[in-house]
């Protein structure tokens, strides 16, 4: 890869096989109210974010909203640039929610358009879209892949989406997510035929479901030029919490079987150079802020996997000795 137009992210100093991979974290574990003073304000998130090893974020201004009430997206996003730049991170790039009766009114694009920009003067260079599937679609377990004029409508507002973000200069993904156009692996990539694209692989919607192999789970890890990180169970859940990470790697737990079927999507690297994670609060995961931090080895070393690859370097990662996250 990449795919497209997608441009390979990082230091535009350094040629692209050589930019390396970013670790940032996702709005939502973040963004979720109650007591802990580690959100509490926007200072308090961003240096405790800074302090557990991340190089950035990925919000869009609804992420920010909380601290800046009554202020309209632009002057959030004005705001927030201000202090996350200040608590040296990035806002590396965000992900947009799109409702399917959202796209089936008049305009539906232009105010898109407008949240694309809000990202830019975020500082984001990628934008990540969740499509949501139909109603009537929902838990039809993939029926709507024998609806062609569905799937080529869909293809329709992908295209358009993926064009005027190109137009923007931001990169474009499309989120593997359930309850999403890109649930069923056979649909995606039909549409992925007829609107090709990156996507953003969020890999724990198809490990906890068990669809791990085949010819359709192997072309959407070949598209995936992002992702976002969660620990899933095989068949069970899709947000795990992992107390003691390193002992979990050693006995080959979630943590393992998450890398090993993330390193199909991380070869060549990623055209984001961003790796994301996202733990919850959800399911059996009560302190995503804890788990996700406690996680950051995993993604660093999913970053250096990646880096490999786009170098052309085929680390071996065999057995957990072979590298060591937590040391």
């Known amino acids: 890869m990449p795919l497209g137009y997608n441009r390979v992210l990082g230091d535009p100093n350094l040629p692209a096989e050589a ?13 979720m109210g109650g007591n802990d003073p580690r959100n509490a304000t926007l200072p308090a998130l961003l240096g405790h974010l800074k302090t557990a090893g991340y190089e950035g974020v990925e919000f869009a201004y609804h992420g920010y909203a909380r601290y800046f009430p009554g202020d309209s997206p632009s ?3 004005k705001k927030a640039r201000a202090e996350v730049e200040k608590a040296g991170l990035k806002n590396f790039g965000g992900t947009l929610h799109l409702g399917d009766a959202q796209l089936r009114k008049m305009h539906w694009l232009q105010n898109i358009i407008d949240e694309m920009k809000l990202l830019q003067d975020l500082g984001s260079e990628f934008a990540s879209f969740q499509f949501e599937i139909a109603p009537e679609y929902y838990y039809t377990a993939g029926a709507y892949r024998e609806d062609e004029e569905y799937l080529k409508w869909c293809a329709d507002a992908v ?3 993926r064009d005027n973000a190109w137009k923007l200069g931001l990169n474009f993904y499309l989120e593997i997510h359930v309850d999403r156009i890109t649930e069923d692996p056979a649909a995606l990539c039909r549409i992925l035929e007829l609107a090709t694209c990156e996507l953003n692989g969020d890999i724990s919607h198809l490990l906890a479901r068990g669809m791990t192999k085949g010819k359709y789970v192997e072309k959407c890890l070949a598209h995936m030029g992002h992702t976002h990180v969660r ?32 390193k199909g999507g991380l070869k060549d690297g990623l055209s984001s150079r961003t790796i994301s994670g996202e733990t919850g609060p959800f399911q059996t995961v ?11 080895p995993l993604y660093r070393a999913m970053a250096l996997y990646a ?7 085929a680390m071996k990662v065999e057995e957990p000795g072979d590298l060591k996250p937590w040391g």
């Open 231 to 262: 620990m899933a169970r095989l068949y069970g859940d899709l947000s795990a919490p992992v107390t003691d990470p390193k002992a979990d790697w050693e006995a080959k737990g979630i943590t393992w079987g998450m890398f090993q079927f993330m």
């Open 159 to 161: 295209t358009q989406l």
């Open 286 to 296: 009560k302190d995503s802020l804890t788990q996700d931090a406690a996680l950051v």
């Open 75 to 77: 002057v959030i996003t």
């Open 307 to 313: 880096d490999a690859s786009a170098k052309g370097i």
């Open 19 to 31: 930019r390396p991979h970013r670790v940032a974290i996702a709005t939502w574990p973040t963004m």
